[in-house]
């Protein structure tokens, strides 16, 4: 029984080894004209595959060169703004300067403030930035921001009475809103 039992080991391992042996070297047989389709396949693909190879490293060098430029753009975006902006402090520093050397001539050191804000104002405007204008308007959550509320029985309810700290436009973008006084209705005993 147990050299039976060794024989049919030996022979199952001896099936087993040739169908592993068979399964490696299994040879196919096609004809020609296909041998030929699939050897230009095979370098086609080849060629696709160090294509593509080729373009996503084009592509990742693309990306990271993006990247770069944005960063400097980012960081260099606001320099002409910047250098506008010097030209004003500047002025304000000569403004200054007049100030403290104690010249008594208070309507040219008003005169020039003048011409430091008109030259500001100015900057502001060429770079889209606008007032918003608010008094007398109705009050709008988008463009102001109520700090007070009064009774004004001369001006229609929830009206802008008055502007406590001017809000601006950048491109019709909201960038700071107007700080405002807000009518509201008087109670109806003070109404009649």
Do not use: S
């Given at each position: 029984m147990e050299k039976e039992k060794e024989k049919r080991e030996n022979h199952e391992h001896k099936k087993e080894s040739a169908q592993h042996d068979a399964a490696q070297e299994k040879t196919v047989i096609v004809n020609e004209v296909e041998y030929n389709r699939l050897k230009e396949e095979a370098a086609k693909a080849s060629e696709y595959w160090d294509r593509l190879l080729r373009l996503q490293a084009d592509f990742e060098n693309t990306r990271k060169r993006l990247e770069r430029e944005r960063a400097d753009f980012i960081r260099f975006a606001n320099e002409g703004l910047i250098s506008e902006l010097l030209n004003?402090?500047?002025?304000?520093?000569?403004?200054?300067?007049?100030?403290?050397?104690?010249?008594?001539?208070?309507?040219?050191?008003?005169?020039?403030?003048?011409?430091?804000?008109?030259?500001?104002?100015?900057?502001?405007?060429k770079n889209g930035v606008k007032p918003i204008e608010a008094k007398g308007k109705q009050f709008d959550p988008h463009f102001h921001e109520a700090m007070l509320q009064v009774q004004d029985g001369a001006v229609a309810e929830n009206s802008v009475v008055e502007e406590l700290q001017k809000g601006y436009l950048l491109h019709d973008r909201v960038i700071r809103t107007v700080k405002v006084k807000v009518s509201k209705q008087g109670t109806q005993g003070e109404n009649k």
């Open positions: 004003v402090l500047d002025d304000l520093e000569r403004a200054v300067e007049l100030a403290q050397t104690k010249h008594e001539d208070l309507p040219a050191f008003l005169k020039g403030v003048e011409m430091i804000l008109a030259h500001l104002y100015e900057l502001l405007k």
